[in-house]
């Protein structure tokens, strides 16, 4: 890991859904690196499964197999607020089964909790989505509104999603993020 920051919900997704190309790009991973890959996907596998079935599922169906967050409200019947309470919970535990593993793996502290509002919440997905459709002319502000009434995001100055924008949502794919 070269910067020593994990994304928690990236992580998760990539070791969870057990698809290859952690370090895509990186063909040539010694027998190490992939007994480590291996113990990683298998702790991450066993966390989820830990968890009481209807988080299991929340977690596998947003998480691993990409369903949106308002399929699989209409299919389980859950009032949308009872279901991001719900994620809120299985991350919480699911962060707490897996400190130790990132503690011991990356020799960094357990993900952090309190930074970013954004990059810890459950719904990341959704709110980096809006985020990234935002009118570039126009102030935060009305994002600001979304994020808290949709995904239950609080933020409390437009900085946070600044510096989310630049800093943390460059990684996935080309936001040309520079
Ligand atoms: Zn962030």
């Given amino acids: 890991m070269r910067g020593k920051r994990l994304i928690f919900h990236n992580w998760l997704a990539e070791n969870g859904t057990g698809r290859r190309g952690y370090d895509a790009g990186d063909g040539r ?6 007994r480590r890959l291996q113990h990683i996907r298998d702790a991450v596998r066993r966390a989820v499964d830990c968890l009481p079935l209807e988080y299991r599922e929340l977690v596998v169906r947003y998480h691993f197999m990409g369903e949106s967050y308002q399929d699989i409200a ?9 279901l991001a309470a719900m994620h809120r919970r299985a991350f919480r535990r699911l962060r707490k089964l897996l400190a130790l593993l990132v503690v011991e793996q990356y020799s960094i502290s357990p993900p952090s909790t309190g930074c970013c509002p954004v990059c ?12 990234a459709q935002r ?9 600001i509104a979304a994020l808290r ?15 989310h924008e630049k800093y943390h949502m460059s990684q996935k794919g080309d936001h040309s993020g520079k």
């Fill in 29 to 34: 991973r010694s027998e190490d690196e992939n």
């Fill in 74 to 82: 209409a299919r389980s019947g859950r009032k949308s607020y009872k």
């Fill in 149 to 163: 009434r949709r995904f239950e995001i609080k933020v409390r100055s437009p900085q946070v999603l600044i510096g």
């Fill in 135 to 143: 009118d570039p002319a126009a102030t935060w502000r009305p994002i």
């Fill in 120 to 131: 810890t919440s459950p719904r990341r997905r959704d709110a980096d989505r809006l985020i």
